[in-house]
DNA sequence: ATCCCGAGGG
DNA sequence: CCCTCTGGAT
């Protein structure tokens, strides 16, 4: 139901992150950590550029790499993941980012959100990313009443088909940017507002949806 | 003051 | 479970 409905609203959505291979999507993700995809994709042209591939990131010198994406936040930590994870890339997986979740996570500043989206955006593979949107709009939808993105993560794996574990998340971002952000939803403008448990307009007794997905 | 496509460590 | 890491936008 609530998929559907966001399939409508959102049919092309797509992952905003500027990458041209799974290389660069991963560095680029790990970037995105407490910060917006618009900051990443303001950094990511002169990284790539300096560091088109494993081998140069491996080899990257740490403040320079720290300069260039000092504005994405966290600064320090990113810039040491990013070297460790392309050493990993290139010690462990002949230089190829890994497609299975389990070795993606095996990699420096890679956590399940990350993993997933590797999945889901270049890999063509079942993965749910869930961010602090996808956690927020599940919780305020009654999707689930888990706080632990992983528990959120199995709950809506639990009901929604494998092919659209990615699309629901893409949408799920989308619409908790444009629509239902985390200080001041704008349920007027909603399309979930008749199902939404949480929604802020009068509505008359029992006239919410309690149907998942 | 609070949040942004989190992850790692204790 | 908790805490820390960090800058930018609103």
């Not at 409508?8 to 680029?28: G, Q, S």
């Not at 190829?96 to 500043?109: A, F, S």
């Not at 985390?182 to 448990?197: N, Y």
Request: charged share 25%; hydrophobic share 40%.
């Amino acid at each position: 139901m609530v998929a559907e409905r966001l399939a409508v609203e959102y049919p092309e959505a797509v992952c905003e992150l500027d990458h041209t291979n799974a290389f660069e999507l991963l560095a680029a993700t790990i970037l995105s950590a407490q910060c917006t995809d618009a900051r990443v994709n303001m950094v990511t042209p002169a990284l790539f550029a300096r560091y088109p591939d494993p081998q140069t990131l491996a080899g990257a010198d740490p403040s320079e790499l720290e300069e260039i994406v000092r504005s994405t936040g966290f600064f320090q930590t990113k810039a040491k993941n990013l070297i460790g994870m392309a050493q990993a890339l290139l010690e462990r997986y002949d230089g190829e980012v890994p497609t299975e979740l389990d070795d993606l996570v095996t990699l420096p500043g890679v956590g399940r959100k990350t993993g997933n989206v590797l999945r889901t955006v270049v890999f063509d593979l079942p993965g749910l990313p869930v961010d602090t949107h996808v956690g927020r709009l599940s919780r305020r939808l009654g999707l689930t009443q888990q706080d632990d993105p992983v528990k959120v993560e199995h709950e809506l794996e639990s009901f929604l088909p494998p092919a659209a574990w990615g699309p629901f998340s893409l949408r799920t971002i989308l619409h908790g940017r444009r629509v239902c952000d985390a200080k001041k939803p704008r349920c007027a403008d909603c399309v979930l507002e008749d199902v939404c448990p949480s929604s802020s307009l009068p509505r008359r007794r029992g006239a919410a949806n309690t149907t998942k997905a």
